[in-house]
């Protein structure tokens, strides 16, 4: 049975024996651009990569995963959050150029049989390979997304036989934004000799191994992980890995699973577990692939350090990494909390409202559950009394509110986290924002939304949102110029970042469900 045990060093000092979390003073290897935003303005040609730490790229295999079609997010992808990976693989089902890189075909090589066993993929396969060959742009289509689960274990021994020598193999795709300085710190923590699969669960019932790390938010392998999976168990005695050479090689004993798993990623984890041992060590919510405008922010995860974003567009990623290399330079590592001024840019004490606008708040006050009171009016009736049902709930941070039409009562909702939110598109028709008003307009079954925030909770976790900053930087959605360092330094709200250890599961626990992230540990 392989120990799945992180380096603890003697300075650090958890919570409490059976807490997940700790607090672990770390060094940052990536920090902003110092005095960026003043000398932007006099050199526009800023280097974002500048103070990147190269060096750890010996150690840090870094694999970005692609496919035919996918060009301009894989293109806009290179000259941002991974433009700074001079090593990096770039791994697809085409080989072609994308800017300076050349993508790595790893179906290239499958064994005949897959062709046999999934004619409509493979069909599509040769397709692109055609459309490439006669110059003709590729698109993309349902049979060529289907590929994608055929490289996950290709890209896995292609990243194994380039950099042997790696202590960590690191698999991202086009549209996951990454916190480089989070990675360094937390891979500076553990062992990589060790067997580690590190990732954010997803649930896969019917499988012997109820999670396993969702690719969307990245899948984090140490070398002593994928030395086992590649070459086999080594002799104790001799300590030389069995070569597998000689058996029968992992992509034609698992082809049958992966044939027949529409998720690459789940089918990863049972050969990860049966060739290895190892299960999936959960280090969610580090680890954990919200959307831009979805990330969860409340006092629990405030402090907690942030690594990934999924299904971040383009135009998301050229603004996000932006903001990340020219905000005001600290040495505090990334945490939830640190991205507030960032997805949250009009909120302050004076204004926190946006109309037309959802910020995904879910859960329904206690007045639409509780007997009804004809003292007291429903949180339902309008904003001001959504706004008021928050401000009595100590759990909530934010709520939304959908105007009543003449069909469809109003709706209140709360939030217990802090969101960014988006856009609702909508014809006011007339409608004052100063009043508590219900109204029709829109398209057919749309209604207006406006959400609010409840500044007061939100200011003692940390945030104030009221400050003039140093500069001025576009906010996530693109519509605002926002000072950099609005309010005060939100990190400076946390002594020091909150970590958490991974959580595994054995065969068979929780299945069919996500977990709690207090419940077992592994060590």
Known sequence: MPRYSFRVRPHVQPFNDSSRRYSWPTKSFFPPIPEARHRAGKDANVDLCEGFPTHLLSRIQVVMKTGAGDHIKA?????????????????????????S???????ANLPPSYHTRNPAEFEAYAEIQQAHTNGKLVSLTKPGQRLDRFKFLPMIEKAFAMRPSADWYVFIETDIYYFWD??????????????????????????PVPYFGYGGASIVLSHGLVERLILGEKDTESHVADNRTTSEPLIEKYQELISFDPCGDASLSTIIREQTGARLESLHPIIAGYEVDKIKVNQEQWCIPLLSLH?????????LWQWERKRPYNEDPILHSTLLPYTNPTLTRTNSTRDLWDNFSIHPPPSSSDPPNQ?????????SHCASACAADPDCLQYSYTYASSDDPGACRLGRYVHGGKAVEFAMNGYDKNKDKNIDGGEEGERPTMSGWDVEKIAKL???????GDGMAESADGRYKIPVGNGRDVSASCPNAVWVRPETWRDGEGEGSFPSWHGRVDW
Request: glycine fraction near 8%; charged fraction near 20%; proline fraction near 7%.
């Open 311 to 319: 299904h971040v567009q383009p135009e998301q990623m050229a603004r």
């Open 375 to 383: 003292n007291t009016p429903s949180a339902h009736e309008s904003p």
């Open 462 to 468: 940390g945030f104030y949102g009221d400050g003039d």
């Open 75 to 99: 293109k806009n992808h290179l000259a941002t959050v991974t433009s700074c990976i001079e090593n990096l693989i770039v791994v697809s089902d085409l080989a072609e150029d994308i800017g």
């Open 182 to 207: 989070t990675l360094f710190r937390l891979l500076d923590q553990i062992d990589p000799s060790e067997l580690h699969y590190l990732g954010s669960p997803a649930p896969k019932k019917g499988y």
């Open 101 to 107: 890189h050349t993508t790595v075909d790893v179906l």
